[in-house]
């Protein structure tokens, strides 16, 4: 049976709000003065907000996460600047769309003596031909192209093309530049949630903005969401537990594909190798929650084991070995635990990058030529060899190179300190040395 009450509820708030659209559209910034954050490109001064205002705007690539400010500040080159904005996709633009396009390019510039701006979002799906048709107007000037991309553009995009562009890296927001945001919504009656009349303290904005992941959008999402909680509830403040019950988890940028998963898997190793467990456990958090593969963090541990800890803790290897084999079998989620356990172990180990140093070294002398041919008693059909167990200490002295070499410097810590020791009892090249730690 149809709930008049809440369907009355639902009326009026549309009346009151007044909008369709999403909160994060209506709130697109409409100059530059109101757009937030990008201070090391757009700040005063800067060159391209300079080139902007002087009517200028290079052909250009803007590469940054969702959320932070691409395709507005696209819009704002053309409204600044007052050239024409043509919109192309990327995925589905044909040839001859793009033929269309250039055509309409030329006209407006011989009309308004300005290049249009050829708008591609997400220009890495560009194919060959359809970048080679664009490419040559690019060079004379005939369009400004400027694309947006989540993904690396010089990984990604043509050479050629990318040779001709100017690439700007846009930021995450910080949770400074979305509370400033989420307090211009909450007051702004024209376009924001003013007309709403719900208060939101100092507090419950930041815990927003620390919730939305450096993304403008999300934040304005989570807000609306909130806000429009409260108002159809008939209620005039908006609490931290009405977020969380409206909002849900913080958003994670993470993807298994994307940098952030390799700019995350190379903060954990670092902060093993910088012996920091809570960075490392922190690290390893964002990896899990964002569903990265179990396997490649095994993989990455095991070769911290060996190139970080090395033979200052042998165990390590050890540990980070049988972790793999406890985490296939375990699964998720008890397997968070076992890698947790391993990552702690890891950072908190004594640190030796010898072995690591001495493959890399000895590898280069053979690359460089330094191939030396095997000693006589060393070969298998040679003479002259003295088994080293028929001595009381295991040990004799013979040649195992046929001149001497240094590849392998023992570190001061852990194990490795005692192996040290003894290699130093065999071979007086061992103390004649400066060790690595």
Aim: hydrophobic share 40%; with cysteine; aromatic share 6%.
């Amino acid at each position: 049976m149809k709930d008049n009450s809440l369907f009355a509820a639902e009326d009026s708030f549309s009346a009151r709000n007044g909008y369709e659209t999403p909160l994060a559209e209506r709130m697109r910034p409409r100059s530059l003065d109101e757009y937030t954050g990008q201070e090391h490109i757009l700040g005063d001064g800067k060159p391209l907000r300079v080139m902007l205002l002087g009517g200028k705007v290079p052909s250009c690539i803007l590469y940054g996460p969702p959320g932070v400010g691409k395709t507005t500040l696209v819009r704002l080159m053309s409204g600044v600047t007052g050239r024409e904005l043509l919109e192309i996709n990327a995925v589905s633009a044909k040839v001859e769309t793009l033929r269309d396009l250039v055509a309409r390019a030329k006209e407006l510039k011989r009309l308004s003596g300005r290049s249009a701006i050829a708008f591609v979002d997400e220009i890495y799906h560009f194919n060959s031909k359809q970048q080679n048709v664009l490419l040559p107007y690019v060079e004379t000037g005939e369009i400004v192209l400027v694309g947006t991309t989540t993904e690396n553009p010089w990984f990604e995009i043509n050479k050629t093309l990318l040779s001709r562009m100017v690439v700007y890296t846009l930021k995450p927001l910080t949770e400074s530049d979305l509370y400033t945001l989420l307090k211009r919504a909450m007051s702004d009656s024209e376009r924001g949630l003013g007309m709403l009349e719900v208060e939101a303290s100092e507090g419950v904005l930041k815990k927003i903005a620390a919730l939305a992941g450096g993304d403008a959008r999300q934040s304005l999402t989570r807000l609306e969401a909130a806000v429009s909680s409260v108002a159809l509830g008939g209620g005039h403040l908006l609490t931290e537990e009405i977020v969380a019950e409206s909002t849900g988890m913080a958003t994670q940028r993470y993807d298994r594909a994307s940098n952030d998963h390799y700019a995350v898997i190379s903060a954990l190793i670092k902060s093993i190798r910088g012996s920091d467990p809570d960075a490392a456990v922190y690290w390893l958090a964002r990896m899990l929650t964002g569903g990265d593969d179990l396997r490649f963090i095994c993989r990455r541990l095991c070769i911290s084991a060996a190139e970080d800890i090395g033979l200052a803790d042998p165990l390590a290897l050890v540990i980070a070995q049988n972790a793999s084999a406890a985490v296939d079998r375990v699964g998720m989620p008890e397997a968070e635990i076992i890698l947790a356990e391993t990552v702690v172990y890891l950072a908190a180990a004594p640190k030796s990058n010898s072995s690591y140093l001495a493959i890399k070294a000895a590898s280069q002398a053979v690359a460089d030529g330094d191939l030396m041919e095997v000693p006589y008693h060393l070969r298998n059909d040679g003479e002259g060899y003295i088994y080293p167990h028929d001595a009381p200490s295991h040990w004799v002295p013979q040649a195992y190179l046929p001149e001497v070499r240094r590849f392998y410097k023992p570190g001061k810590l852990g194990a490795e300190a005692r192996m040290k020791e003894r290699l130093k009892n065999f071979w007086k090249r061992f103390s004649d040395e400066e060790p690595t730690a």
